[in-house]
């Protein structure tokens, strides 16, 4: 018992007690995180199975690559969110008020205007493209799935606007907030599709899944923008007096380098489902998404501790203090490699671990819970330093090594996975492949930028 407890005031010490203000605000959103996300993840991990039940293995897998399409949609800000979170953050920790009610009535009115366009485009597609072909289902299923993207493409350009609230929370180092808000909405959709399974509404019918997904989301996110319009952030509420179009040139020319990025992160982690559903079938959507929300775990809990980091790394920067910096990125290091010890012990478990909670209805290969601890692995050290480069806004190797990625990762899980008759576990490993540029390159980048030497693409 003594040696736990001396484990816990170790841990407590190193990664919690501050003697800042901003690392007692770290404190908070990290404690308030760990709630949320742990609230999330049970209710994640008893939803997946109800949906399961409720569509089939066929449907969703379906359901799971309609998901990872609208993720794409989702990075159609070109960046301007990403640029919105530092601008403001600098604009906050500068105090000047009018300057960042300006950035956040900017982004809003910009915003606006493109979901407005990608509402026509998604519409337009629709009826255009041969969905049943694009996610690899009979014919029987097409009218289904028009109406089910008619109401999940309808939803997501309202919360496209909507969900800049959650941005702005972050900004102001308030992340826990913004967890709330997605938590809200879990919590509903998970109300929601017990009621329809418990019930039998429309059972096994994608329309149901649609509108309990993206109706919370919507529903939670134009709620909080009410309530912290009217309070909190009554003082930079977007207002049309307010909107500066020139500053689509400051949000964008880092934003742009973000969207760029952004396209990387996509094919990388979203087409994925589509490639396994293409090469092998939509069944085979499913265990590869139980491995990644299994071991999926140990990023969550780490991006619970960094999430913080990225607006405090800006406020940081801005103030020279490179000290907190340095000794930041070593506390979180050391956080690494205790996640790297959980997820082995997880890899010994999972086999038992995944017929209690799936039981028989999903088989996953042991080699591809291998492989997809080792990509959790190498994305969470990469994170480390991606956000304090991203927090200083420094991105330009990123962008050239996005360029990079987005050019052979396809190819490359293509090839492991058809060729080398890997499976779902090739394309897994294309996309482990193209995070190793950056878990060399972006260690690199760091320690030149806190160092002073950072020169060229180094410091661009």
Known sequence: MTQKRNL????????????????????????????????????????????LKFLGTELHGVWLTLGGIINWFGFFNVGLGTGLRNKLAEALAQGEISLARSYVSSTYAIISIISSVLLVLLMISVYTLDWPAIVAVSDSYESMLISTLLIVFSFFTIRFVLKLVGIILVADQRPALSQLLRSISSVLFFIGIWFALKYRIMYGNLVVVGVLSSGSVLLVQAVASIILFSGRYRHIRPSVKYVDWRKFRSLASIGIQFFIVQISVIV????????????????????????????????????????????????????????????????LLILWGISVVGSLIMLALSGWVYDIWIGEMVAVPFHLSVLMMLFFMIKTWNNVFVYLINGVGKIRLQLYMSIVITVINIPLSIFFAKYLEMGSGGVILGTIACLAFGAVLHPVQYKKIINGTARGIWDK
């Open 268 to 331: 990388m982690f979203s087409t994925d489902n589509i490639i396994i559903a293409q090469l092998t079938g939509p069944a085979d959507v499913v265990p590869y998404n139980v491995a990644r929300k299994y071991f999926g775990i140990v990023e969550m809990l780490f991006m619970i501790v960094l999430e913080p980091f990225w607006s405090a790394f800006t406020q940081a920067f801005v103030k020279k203090e490179f000290r907190w910096i340095r000794k930041s990125i070593n506390q």
């Open 8 to 51: 816990f005031e170790i841990l407590k010490r190193r990664f919690l007690k501050s003697d800042t203000k901003r690392g007692e605000g770290l404190k908070k959103n990290i404690l308030g995180l760990l709630a949320l996300r742990g609230l999330d993840v049970g209710v994640s991990y008893l939803r997946f199975p109800l949906t």
